[in-house]
């Protein structure tokens, strides 16, 4: 058998040897060729990429170099900000807050702002001021803790800017959210915080709820809406939950807030230390 595979093989290595000299041979006389040098070992060193003003079937603009991306601000270039972005009247860190909502904000939408803004608020807000801005959100049911009631006169009275100043940077315990929210949805926002301040009494100070409190000392009786102070906790959510006037409960706490809790946090009744929240 390997008698005759012999000549077979030496055929081959003669052929073999035969082609090698044609092909390098060929080209090592100056025969021009469009691929790359032979490379044994390429270690990367050719790479895919485009070149600057390239053609590219890659993007659909058919064009290889890419456009930055909207606002970007090369480094060093002034960046216009105004009463939009700031909320203020002017240049300074403390310059007054504009009154009404600058009219470029609603351009931004197709629908009309106060609309943007109540889908907004409702992700950003509800969960501690409300559906109706009394600051009796969810997280007023699970933890007690009280947000600001938007309707309280000094909100009322408040100018646009700063709210929007709030919604941006935060205020004491609330977080800002200018992360979250771009400038047109926070100056949506606020417009519809006017409408659910227009759609209640201004609420005097003395008879809201403060801020990271339970509801203490409010025999006053507020006008109005708010939840009965002066009771249990849970028992104040539950009266918010039974009340008439509330839009559907997304929660699903009918009747009394601690009959059927949809999660075990819902019924358990929050910690009466008031003052923690404040910390
Ligand atoms: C995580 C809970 C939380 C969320 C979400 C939240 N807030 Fe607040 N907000 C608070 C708390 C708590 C306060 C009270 C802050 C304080 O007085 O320390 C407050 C205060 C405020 C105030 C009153 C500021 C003042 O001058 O007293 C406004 C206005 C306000 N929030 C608007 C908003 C708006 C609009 C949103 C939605 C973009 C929002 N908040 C989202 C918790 C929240």
Do not use: K
């Not at 070992?41 to 990429?49: A, C, L, V, Y």
């Not at 205020?171 to 200018?178: F, P, Q, S």
């Amino acid at each position: 058998m390997s008698r005759r595979a012999r000549p077979a093989a030496r055929t081959l290595r003669l052929a073999a040897t035969g082609l090698c000299l044609v092909v390098l041979g060929g080209c090592a006389r100056g025969c021009t060729s469009p691929r790359p040098p032979i490379h044994l070992n390429p270690n990367m060193d050719d790479q895919p990429r485009l070149t600057a003003q390239q053609a590219s079937g890659f993007f659909y603009d058919g064009a290889a170099m890419r456009p930055p991306i909207e606002g970007t601000v090369a480094l060093g270039d002034p960046v216009e900000i105004g009463p939009l972005e700031t909320g203020r009247a002017g240049d300074a860190p403390d310059a007054p807050f504009v009154a009404a909502i600058p009219p470029e904000a609603s351009a931004a939408f197709d629908v009309p702002l106060a609309v943007r803004g109540e889908e907004r608020y409702g992700i950003y807000c509800t969960p501690c001021h409300g559906d109706r801005g009394d600051g009796q959100g969810t997280l007023r049911q699970r933890s007690g803790v009280a947000s600001a009631d938007l309707r309280l006169e000094r909100l009322h009275a408040a100018p646009d800017g700063q709210l929007f100043d709030t919604i941006t940077h935060g205020l004491g315990l609330m977080a800002g959210y200018a992360a979250q929210i771009p400038v047109a949805d926070r100056w949506a926002i606020v417009a519809h915080v006017r409408e659910l301040q227009a759609a209640s009494p201004p609420v005097p100070e003395a008879a809201a709820v403060p801020a990271g409190e339970g509801a203490t000392g409010g025999e006053g009786a507020p006008a109005g809406d708010a939840g009965p102070p002066g009771q249990g906790i849970a028992e104040g959510t539950a009266g918010a939950a039974a009340q008439p006037g509330l839009p559907d409960d997304p929660g699903g706490t009918e009747g009394p807030g601690a009959a059927s809790p949809p999660d075990p946090l819902g019924a358990e009744p929050p910690p009466s230390d008031d003052g923690a929240a404040r910390r």
